[in-house]
């Protein structure tokens, strides 16, 4: 397997040399443009569909009255449809930040080229993409961000990227942040259908130009970690708005992977909107306003949200534990996994199929033409693509995992390898 990898690595390299100086070229040539043609033909046909589908609202956009290009827009990431939701209410083309595993498919290259989207490494630093922002500045265009570098998984906000305010401070331009209400309750992350209840956006000036002359980076970071802060139950818990839709607890397991009664993990399983455990038969049933409930006994979490904080605090002891022990043996282990092997936007490669097991120092990947290992602190760029699929950087390859199982969660091995890497930082 090392040779096989080793063989697709220095192809990709070959490609790469041969490719790099006139890709490079090209790039310096190429404007990201987004027509406005385009987004009036958008607004008028995807935006009036998701419109009408999520129930769209949108509040405060006399914002906008006064606001001319170049500005930020700046939101919590809830969902695939982001860009189209806020788009749809906003007066001038948004040229979005995407991660660059979008771009990888020639189709989807051409399509978010025509609606000038900017690509972007998932967390790792990218000074083409900060460079290609300037010019988009300096065009008077509309920049937009998703701060959080991830969508979440259960309704809350996540921790502001802290390189964004360094980003905001040195292009000293007006930031807005729209607050979506109700979108992941109407779009989960972890469901394949989604539901019909209330999205809302409500459009705020977070800065001027001159607040940001005048604050700190640390003090734009707090401010904006601030004004991005959001709980979808919070919210719920006041409006109760049903979301209503088939088989609402279907996939559940993607992001909940511990039952709270045996504490095993990967054992939950979902069908229609019973949730539970095939183990210890605990069970829960999800209703039309996103909580837990039970007739016959007490729930043990009533939202997604408490049920996965108690499960990373529960996993990090876990792991803890393992680690104390010296532990050797496999943690945790899933079959029917594929792996790629590739580099930023370039097309990912089949490399093998086989099981992923994790350690405490570490995963394994075993194929039939033998194993990769990939040590903690060789692992960089560590994220969870759409459509589940594990991706991160090990010495300059950028490797995929995938389950043939659409059950099988790969937030859960999101969640062991990043507390493994924070015991192994201390």
Partial sequence: MEDRIGKIARARKRRKSRRESRRESRRERRQIRAYRWLNRLLKLTLGKYLTIRYNLKAYNLTVFENLKPPYIMMANHSCFWDPFIISNFVPDPIYFVVT????????????????????????????????????????????????????????????????????????????????????????????????????????????????????STDEIYTRLSGFLDYNEYEFQRKEMIPYKGKDLAEYLELVLFICPECKSIGSMYSLGRVFTCKKCN???????????????????????????????????????????????????????????????????????????????????????????????????????????KLEFYHKDNLFRFDSKDRRVSIYKWYCCLKLLQEMERG
């Fill in 100 to 215: 660059d595993a979008s771009f990888r498919s020639p189709f989807m290259r051409f399509l978010l080229g025509l609606v000038g989207s900017i690509p972007k490494t998932k967390a790792i630093s990218d000074f083409g993409t900060v460079k290609q922002i300037m010019e988009i500045k300096r065009r008077g265009g509309v920049i937009g961000i998703f701060p959080e570098g991830h969508n979440t998984w259960d309704g809350h906000s996540l921790p502001v990227i802290y390189a964004t305010a360094k980003l905001i401070k040195h292009l000293k331009i007006p930031v807005v942040i729209p607050e979506k209400r109700g979108a992941f309750l109407s779009i989960p992350r972890w469901a394949k259908k989604n539901r019909r209840g209330r999205i809302t956006l409500d459009f705020k000036l977070a800065f001027t130009g001159e607040e940001i002359e005048r604050l």
């Fill in 282 to 388: 605990y069970i829960t049933f999800y209703n039309n306003y996103g909580f837990f409930e039970n007739s016959n006994k007490e729930v043990a979490f009533e939202t997604i949200r408490d049920w996965n904080v108690w499960q990373l605090n529960y996993l990090k002891t876990f792991l803890q534990e393992k680690k104390r022990q010296n532990c050797l043996e496999t943690i945790i282990e899933d079959s029917r996994i594929d792996c790629r092997i590739g580099y930023r936007d370039e097309p990912m490669v089949k490399s093998g199929k086989g099981t992923l097991q994790l350690y405490t120092d570490g995963i394994v990947f075993s194929a039939s033409g033998g194993d990769l290992s990939f040590s903690i602190d060789e692992i960089t760029g560590l994220n969870v693509q759409n459509e589940e």
